[in-house]
């Protein structure tokens, strides 16, 4: 019995289906803000939400009681939508003299869940399948080692050796464990939809803040690989901002001074060496790989 409460037909329009969850896949909260962002640009209608019971040990993923104006409390359960979103031309920056067209998509915002991965990414394939997706892209956030005065890296990669080559990205080679992403991911190379993955760096010792450089960098690369080029000038004025207020929250001495001028330095010296690091690129950048595999086994400890 499928999971998935269909609130609306979905339109006939193949939209590309863009996925994040909430969760340790998701530092600095960017792949789901980057998601957001989305939300507030496009014509959004909500499609579809999953029933969150058989997924979720409601223990760690507590539901939350909220009270509206009126004084009403509503009781609000982990949740996985699916929105229908619509990016109207005028959310693009002109990149020829001939108007585009809009573009169709399809949002998942959700929350990992605790149990029955495989029922749970095979409802998401479902979901895939019955909008027509050409392609399925997960998004993703880690911490690593990297200074918050630059650009959030990258990496893009398909485990489909065909569409890793179309869309300029690396094939993964990663071995070990996985999150709900990587199982999604294999869900849907093994069910036949396209898939392809994006991670963005956020500086670990600045974890607990929203990091709008990540999320910056998710929606630029995801502009690549559906031939749009959002306008992005909110997010990269408080890009602007999240410098100054990680900066004010930094210890005020020689030592942090010292460890954020080496970050840069590593920074720079990798940029120089492999071109645009926050770039997607055909070969794997092996340092954000390795970052990646160590984020990756350190949540089976």
Known sequence: ?????WLKEPARKKPTLLVAFTGWNDAGDA???ALEWFCGRCETDLLATMDPEPFYD???SQPKITITKDGSRTLSWPSNDLIAATMPAHHCLPSSSRKKPNT???LLIGTEPQLKWRTFTQEIVHI???????LVVTLGALLADIPHTRPAPIFGSSPDPELAERLNLSRSRYEGPTGIIGVLNSACIEHGVPTAS?????????SELFSPKASLSLIENLGKILGISP???DLAVEATDYEKRVA???????????????????????????GEIEQMRSSDPSTLVTQIEDFLRDQSN
């Open 1 to 5: 019995m499928s999971q998935i409460i």
């Open 104 to 106: 169709e998509l399809a």
């Open 198 to 206: 994006l991670w963005a760096a956020v500086p670990g010792y600045a």
């Open 128 to 134: 895939a399948k019955r909008l027509r997706s050409p």
């Open 31 to 33: 792949a789901s803000k």
């Open 231 to 233: 306008d992005t000038f």
């Open 58 to 60: 409601f223990s760690e």
């Open 248 to 274: 004010e929250l930094l210890p005020a001495s020689e030592e942090t001074t010292e460890y954020i001028a080496k970050l840069e330095q590593t920074y720079d010296e990798a940029n120089a060496q492999e």
